[in-house]
């Protein structure tokens, strides 16, 4: 069936360090999505892409639809950044429903 | 993108009651979404809310347990019914925007 799976399933670092965030889905898709969960659970959206590369400030994506990945990269890490980043993705078979990976639990060490 | 008002953001409930939450869109949406967060885990889809039609449920949720209204194409309610400790969980709703999924603030709800 359709898939959604995320690595690492979590990760510790020093402030200041990068890292990267890896989204491998299963099938062709209509729309991906990164999300930020902050401690009191809210979904933050940090990236719609579907396809191609963007950047907002420390953060940045990058989904390549033929080979059915994105990652998210986040630089010089700041203990703000901890929480729990979700890939989510709506498949072409799947069209109108969105399906969550199991998250990436981030730890930034001060 | 649409700015979606979710009530309470969080509550303690005796089990055997039941809660309902609910979400206000600031613009009219088709389609509306609700979703559970159980501890630790992922996000699960539990039915989509079209306005002027039943809810369609997902492998796993049934109607008797969270029975949904969508009056209007900017409202909608989730209940949670006869609840038990299980469905401790952090609830939340959804739209479906131009550029990708919006959500609400969520519920979260400890049953006790």
């Known amino acids: 069936g359709i898939q959604v799976e995320q690595s690492p399933p979590d990760l510790i670092l020093q402030e200041g360090a990068n890292s990267t965030l890896r989204c491998n889905f299963s099938d062709s898709v209509n729309n991906l999505q990164w999300f930020h969960q902050n401690p009191w659970g809210q979904l933050i959206n940090l990236f719609y892409?579907?396809?191609g590369t963007k950047q907002n400030g420390r953060l940045s994506a990058t989904t390549v639809a033929t080979e059915r990945y994105s990652l998210l990269y986040i630089s010089s890490s700041q203990t703000t950044d901890s929480g729990v980043y979700f890939c989510a993705v709506e498949f072409h078979t799947n069209a109108g429903k969105s399906t969550f990976g199991d998250g990436t639990t981030l730890t930034v060490k001060p | 993108s649409a700015v979606i008002s979710q009530k309470p953001s969080r509550d303690i409930c005796q089990r055997g009651t039941s809660l309902t939450i609910q979400c206000q869109v600031d613009?009219?949406?088709?389609?509306m979404f609700w979703y559970r967060q159980q501890p630790g885990q992922s996000l699960t889809l539990i039915a989509t809310?079209?306005?002027?039609?039943?809810?369609?449920?997902e492998s796993g949720f049934v109607i008797d347990k969270f029975p949904i209204s969508r009056p209007n194409l900017t409202f909608s309610t989730l209940t949670v019914s006869n609840m038990s400790p299980e469905d401790s969980s952090i609830y939340l709703c959804s739209t479906r925007q131009l550029y990708g999924y919006t959500f609400g603030s969520g519920t979260r709800l400890t049953v006790v």
């Open positions: 892409i579907p396809s």
């Open positions: 809310a079209n306005q002027g039609s039943e809810a369609t449920y």
């Open positions: 613009s009219q949406v088709t389609m």
